[in-house]
């Protein structure tokens, strides 16, 4: 069986990651390369692990993980739709199930606030890791002179978590942001639907969203 490991020695894998991060940079986003992915793959995984999902399962949400942001490196708009049919594409040619396969491709396809919404396990669990990467990490903008209000927030994030307790189902978001660069509000003003997303994602799994901010539960 395919897994995630054969998939990050994919050339093509490689070259639309590589691709959608200078894309990205062109046009002034945040980081979206190995870092956020690794990332993504990494909290779907915990999230799919500590709720009780098969070894499968969570392998393959580690994938979608990984893969989810690669339509990037066609065009930003609709990345979630174009990347769900690359990473099928991709998968059919590796030799995974139609059926895997497609799972991978219902979550990539879901994924992004604007056009999509939890319709399973894996991209519900996905979901949530992907909006809950929020970090000065992701800022690429050298020029603090020169950010933007998403580089402003981002870098404001000195430290994000994403916490599964399965005995109380909850799903905590803790950010500790410096209100030096931006005040709290900021951090509504652009995540709010990502917010509500995620807030359906968990209810989706079974669990309840959590948004804890400098140490005040605001969700």
């Known amino acids: 069986m395919i897994t995630l490991e054969d998939v990050k020695k994919n050339e ?8 959608s991060q200078k894309q990205l940079e062109a046009l002034g986003y945040t980081e979206h390369s190995y870092r956020h992915i690794g990332i993504v793959s990494k909290r779907t995984e915990e999230i799919l692990r500590k709720l009780g999902y098969d070894e499968r ?10 893969l989810h942001d690669i339509g990037n490196c066609v065009n930003r708009v609709d990345h979630a739709h174009t990347g769900a049919i690359l990473a099928y594409n991709i998968l059919k040619e590796m030799g995974m199930s139609a059926e895997e396969r497609t799972e991978i491709m219902m979550a990539i396809g879901n994924h992004d606030e604007n056009t999509g919404t939890a319709v399973s396990n894996i991209s519900a669990a996905l979901i949530l890791a ?13 020029n603090m002179s020169t950010f933007d209000i998403h580089d402003r927030v981002n ?8 916490e599964v307790n399965e005995k109380t189902r909850t799903v905590t978001l803790n950010l500790t942001i410096d209100t030096q660069i ?9 995540f709010m639907d990502r ?3 995620s807030k359906y994602a968990a209810k989706f799994l079974h669990i309840w969203f959590e948004l804890v901010i400098n140490g005040t539960k605001l969700l």
């Open 155 to 162: 870098y404001a994030v000195t430290d994000a978590n994403l």
């Open 130 to 142: 992907d909006k809950s990467d929020v970090h000065r990490d992701r800022v690429v903008n050298t």
């Open 12 to 19: 093509e894998v490689e070259a639309f990651v590589r691709a």
């Open 182 to 190: 931006c005040p709290v509000l900021d951090y509504f003003q652009i």
């Open 195 to 197: 917010t509500m997303m």
């Open 57 to 66: 399962t969570i392998e393959l949400g580690k994938i979608a993980g990984y």
